[in-house]
């Protein structure tokens, strides 16, 4: 039996990417640049993984580019930091390039909520999410709302993760909701380490949208290949 994952919240900004040429350079050769290239940072934290004992909760940072694989648009998976060397070991068997993160801090802070990826004790990549309004407190004993955000959508990956050369598509399927609610936007500021290959990417000047999403039901990963 497969994860079921019954709880989880984050946040995730969407980013023009201020390196058009280095993104090109990014994406696997089998995928295409889409007509609007666009950066996803996004930090979620499972509270509730059903089926696996040893998985009940772990966070995850993930950063993606918007790709297209002939009429089909998804997110490829540049990198996913875990704090559970289980899901790491597992998602690579599914193309997914997760790797072991020092640590992933998701918290609100000072009326924002803020996380931040970090290993040997330094920051890879942080996001800040202001909200428009107020966002309701994820409280563990009630429910909240189903809103998937990239790369929960769909995922596009290959095997070996980075550097297979048949495409994959990995779906967020939900299987059942306790409540709908809208997303919930705001506005982000991200921060990345000048170390990583991609950082070029994000101009950390700017100001970019944002959501805070939260989910309590069933839902699942699926899986298929694309060519």
């Not at 640049?33 to 993930?62: F, K, N, Q």
């Not at 950082?199 to 990963?221: C, H, K, N």
Request: net charge neutral.
């Amino acid at each position: 039996m497969g994860r079921i994952f019954k709880k989880f919240h984050g946040i995730s900004a969407t980013v023009d990417p201020a390196d058009r040429e280095l993104y090109r350079a990014l994406l696997p050769d089998i995928f295409e640049t889409p007509d609007e290239p666009l950066v996803s940072l996004t930090i979620v934290e499972y509270v509730h993984v059903a089926a696996w004992p040893l998985l009940m909760s772990y966070r995850e940072g993930a950063v993606a580019l918007k790709s297209r694989f002939k009429d089909d648009e998804g997110w490829f998976i540049l990198d996913m930091p875990v704090t559970r060397g289980l899901a790491a070991m597992t998602g690579r068997r599914n193309g997914f390039p997760k790797k072991r993160a020092g640590s992933i801090e998701f918290a609100p802070m000072g009326g924002v909520w803020r996380g931040e990826v970090a290993t040997n004790g330094k920051e890879l990549f942080s996001v800040e999410l202001s909200p428009d309004g107020e966002y309701p407190r994820f409280e563990h004993d009630r429910p909240a709302c189903p809103v998937p955000a990239p790369p929960l959508e769909t995922a596009h990956l290959v095997k070996p993760p980075q550097v297979g050369l048949k495409p994959r598509k990995a779906r967020l399927e939900v299987k059942s909701i306790t409540k709908e609610t809208p997303r919930l936007p705001g506005t982000a500021q991200v921060s990345v380490d000048t170390g990583e290959a991609w950082a070029t990417l994000i101009d950390e000047t700017r100001v970019w949208p944002g959501v805070y999403f939260q989910f309590w039901g069933g839902a699942s990963m699926s899986h298929r290949s694309l060519s």
